[in-house]
């Protein structure tokens, strides 16, 4: 039986079943090299089942995983955080650093102190759609050295082609108009009546 | 849980437990079974066992021909008292998880069963049963996880039983319910396999939410509820005050850790609007449970002021505002002024989180809370995130007088610098813009569009922040000059009339 399928089986009928710890820390394993897409029900069930149980470092390696897997997600992330059993915290800090990096737009900042995407480059280019999403909603441009910087990319590296991306004109990469990066054309109509106002200017 | 020799049982008792079997196996009439359940057991109750607990199903067997599904019921209910009641032990704790299981065990049975149709069981009565399970759960991990508080017996006995109130099962129980009733599948309850049976899952999925929520899984708290529309008038919880009130409070916590403070707010504000008109029309107070609606009421408030005050641009009905004023209006006066103050609020207004890990009762080391160490971890990440959220508050305030400025100057304002102020702008750009909001009758709680509800519009051109003059214009505010200039003429007109008022 294939592990996807392995994994379906535990999903439906064993997933608070402690023995289903080994299936789920193997799929785990095998989204971090990416041979299978994420899975996050899949992973949430193998952190309640973590959080059910005494700490022990054994969990640390897997629990890390799941967590670094999921940077890519704001609302995953932060559904993680809250099952994360107590005692792996003070080992997960610069995990959970990386998170709160990426949430508040520091992207710098998160670069800075990333752990884990090094040989990673599947995961390094999820991180980077989802911030590239970030900089798209708050920005029309933004000057190349900041974008790259923002990516985690040297000076020297092109920028990357991302879909949200226009073109990179004058030292600056132009983000496709949206209607949350550009100015609302046209003025509201107010509904003013002329009769209204005619009936009051005697 | 035997209580007293068979001979002494009162006849009434007996004429209770024959007429509640006959009325859940053959007349299935709910106003009967309402009025036995809710009105001579409460009664029954009163006037015998104040101080001592039911008879035991083997005392009462030949009252309901020794049915071994009605006698699980009857000790769930007689457990219930003894639980309300009494003062019960860690022994009695024990017996009734062996109850529940017992219960819940029999009762996945029933979908293999031709005659599964032959119980029926109020929906209140299982709402009070699952409630009951989870509260008893919850409960009880409070118990065996304050060790420095348990005796060398206490912890002696729990070592011997360390499956009881197991998480694994208890959440087995919840699933296997749910999937049982056929719930999943069809959610009218049309094709159940039994009237009990579809009553016992659509219930253990509303409590399998407040469990998820206790154990910090608001993402699985908000998904047990798939099944269901909630806040729609014609759901099968909606007649059951109780439940209104635990599925509301449990789903807004969820949303509201969850960041989707829009849906957060309108879960709390129609669920307090609909306790403050029973409070006004007197209905509420002639519920059982009065006290802890008012509770929950409260919590509820809490949470809708710490909404107001980190989401400005959501409005808060004025009569749930004036109220949150009154009761909070001090506190979050200081927040706003630079104190610490979220933690308390905060800490008023959530669940007791609770752990379900099984402790080490033989170790050596220090005994720790874990219940208390988990409740406090909640804390402190969902404090966190609203820390976050309040900073931007100050930024858009600024936002609102100006149609485009340097990201410098406004870090200047702030207090903050250059590369931080313009993360600050994106942030808050993605709190207006990205948030999720779950649109009515569409789809499960989980479910969300993506809608702008922002009352400032903006954008960043490389350093410069543009804020869109239309979006900031655009409340109708001519009706407004209209209507009262209008008033004011007519005024005006009186004011002349007046004699020797020139």
Known sequence: MSLESQVAEVMSSAQFSHESIPILVKSVEEQIKGSTPLNFPANKALLKLYSSTLYTTSQLSPIKSLLLLSLSSSTEFSALLHILPSDALESCETLIAMGKKLEECDFVGFWKIEEGLESNNTLKESIRSRIIKDLSLGYSTIPESTFKSMLGCSANDSVPSFEDVEEVEGGNVVFKNTVYNSVKKGAKEQGIELERIVAIMN | ?502
């Open chain 2, 1 to 502: 849980m035997s209580s007293e020799p068979k001979d002494e049982i009162p006849s009434a008792v007996r004429d209770f437990v024959f007429d509640l079997h006959d009325a859940c196996r053959r007349s299935q009439r709910p106003e009967e079974m309402k009025a036995l359940y809710s009105g001579v057991f409460v009664e029954l109750s009163a006037k015998h066992y104040t101080h001592k607990p039911w008879p035991s199903a083997e005392e009462m067997s030949s009252e309901c021909e020794s049915d071994e599904l009605f006698l699980n019921f009857y000790s769930e209910l007689t457990t219930r008292h003894l639980f309300n009641n009494l003062r019960p032990t860690l022994n009695d704790k024990i017996n009734a998880w062996k109850t529940y299981s017992s219960l819940f065990d029999q009762m996945l049975t029933l979908k293999d069963d031709t005659k599964a149709d032959a119980f029926h069981v109020l929906p209140e009565w299982a709402f009070e049963l699952i409630h009951e399970y989870v509260y008893q759960f919850q409960g009880f991990c409070q118990f065996r996880t304050h060790l420095a508080q348990r005796t060398a017996e206490e912890k002696e006995l729990l070592e011997a039983n360390k499956d009881v109130w197991d998480v694994g099962t208890v959440m087995k129980h919840l699933h296997g319910l749910i999937g049982a009733s056929g719930l999943k599948t069809d959610p009218t309850g049309a094709s159940a396999h039994g009237q009990s049976l579809y009553m016992m899952g659509y219930f253990a999925a509303l409590s399998l939410s407040r469990l998820e929520c206790l154990l910090g899984d608001f993402h699985g708290s908000l998904d047990a509820l798939s099944c269901m529309n909630i806040n729609e008038k014609g759901e099968l919880y909606w007649n059951i005050f109780a439940a209104r009130v635990s599925l509301s409070y449990h789903a807004g916590v969820s949303y509201f850790a969850l960041r989707r403070y829009r849906d957060a707010a309108k879960t709390f504000s129609d669920m307090c609007s609909a306790i403050n008109k029973g409070v006004n029309s007197g209905y509420l107070k002639r519920l059982t449970g009065y006290e802890q609606f008012m509770k929950l009421n409260d919590k509820m408030l809490a949470f809708l002021a710490i909404i107001s005050l980190i989401q400005p641009a959501i409005k808060i009905e004025d009569s749930l505002s004036k109220v949150t004023n009154q009761m909070f209006g001090d506190k979050l006066a200081k927040v706003e002024g630079g104190d610490e103050g979220f933690d308390e609020i905060f800490s008023f207004a959530c669940p007791k989180f609770v752990s379900p890990v099984v402790p080490d009762y033989k170790s050596s080391e220090e005994p720790r809370n874990l219940s208390a160490i988990a409740y406090s971890k909640q804390v402190r990440q969902c404090v966190d995130d609203i820390k976050s959220t309040s900073n931007l508050v100050r930024l858009r305030s600024y936002l609102k007088l100006y149609t485009s400025i340097d990201v410098a100057k406004l870090a200047t304002f702030c207090e903050i610098e250059e590369s931080a102020m313009a993360n600050r702008v994106l942030a808050l750009k993605k709190t207006i813009c990205a948030q999720l909001e779950h649109q009515r009758k569409q789809g499960p709680p989980l479910a969300g569009t993506v809608v702008d509800h922002g009352d400032v519009g903006f954008h960043m051109a490389g350093s410069t922040v543009n804020v869109d003059p239309v979006v900031r214009g655009s409340k109708k505010t001519h009706r407004f000059f209209l209507n009262n200039v209008g008033s004011a003429k007519e005024l005006a007109a009186d004011v002349l009339q007046i004699p020797d008022f020139v």
